[in-house]
């Protein structure tokens, strides 16, 4: 008799592949590392929270299916390219990856904002995805993998929010270093794009969304009219990811709900139906 975690596990576009996720332990790289452990994927989950990431490695197993959880920061360059190292050992090669980790960093204005955090900030959200990068695309070269990678940006790449300067410059650097990066990678069949999360309902955007008061002022403005999920994001990077985007690289997809989109917004209405 099949076992239940085996008839659970359905091997579908990602069977076969390893991929890595970092920041993979809580989120929206837990919810695709779930998911891609479900569609056949070997998957490597890295973080700073050891913890967090056994339990994420025990919930794809239970499943049947394949993981491994390696502690990382990667603002450590050693760190990562011991990650990158461990990945393929382990596994065999690396095919896929979601440079995912990150930090939201203090909320102050330029003026009081610490150059500490600011350091913090562009060390893990630039200078991190720049080593994992660099590891990555080397190990996919010398397997002659057609290898796909995607890094987490963000609206504030594309938009304003007072009090996170520095986390908006990281990303808005990281979506310039990845077109860079998507034409340099393209010549080894390698893909690279962006994805840039709207208002998520994630452990990192808690202090942001930590009540239904708080959260009103960004459905408002959403023409969706609610906050995102890790779920919708893990969806969008999947198909990135995927066979299905073979012919996407330099790209920055938004997962917003509509909420960078210019324009009026339906609350309007009255007024616009009083000058009709």
Not at 38 to 45: D, S, T
Not at 124 to 153: E, H, P
Not at 184 to 198: D, M
Request: proline share 4%; charged share 15%.
């Amino acid at each position: 008799m099949q076992s239940t975690s085996s008839s659970t596990h359905i091997p579908s576009r990602f069977s076969g592949k390893t991929v890595l996720i970092t920041g993979g332990g809580s989120g929206m790289g837990k919810a695709a590392a779930l998911r891609l452990g479900r569609e056949g994927a070997q998957v490597v989950v890295a973080g700073r929270r050891t913890a967090e990431l056994e339990q994420v490695v025990s919930a794809i197993t239970a499943e049947g299916g394949r993981a491994l959880a390696i502690a990382t920061d990667v603002s450590d360059e050693a760190q990562v390219c011991a990650m990158i190292e461990r990945t393929v050992q382990h596994f065999g090669q690396l095919d896929l990856a979601w440079n995912n980790a990150g930090t939201l960093g203090a909320f102050a204005p330029v003026e009081a904002f610490s150059l500490t955090d600011f350091d913090h900030i562009i060390a893990t959200n630039l200078r991190g995805v720049f080593c994992c990068l660099k590891y990555q695309i080397d190990a996919m070269r010398k397997q002659g993998v057609a290898g796909a990678i995607v890094n987490t940006s963000s609206w504030t790449a594309q938009g304003a929010m007072p009090g996170i300067a520095a986390y908006a410059a990281s990303k808005s650097a990281l979506d310039g270093l990845m077109r860079t990066v998507a034409v340099e990678a393209g010549a080894h069949q390698i893909r690279v794009n962006n994805v840039c999360p709207g208002i998520i309902a994630t452990p990192m955007a808690e202090g942001v969304l930590s009540s239904e008061a708080s959260q009103r002022p960004f459905i408002r403005h959403t023409p969706l009219a609610r906050i995102g999920t890790p779920e919708e994001v893990a969806d969008a990077v999947l198909w990135l990811l995927s066979e299905d985007a073979r012919f996407v690289t330099g790209q920055c997809l938004t997962v917003d709900g509509g909420y960078t989109l210019g324009g009026l917004r339906p609350w309007l209405n009255p007024i616009i139906s009083q000058h009709g």
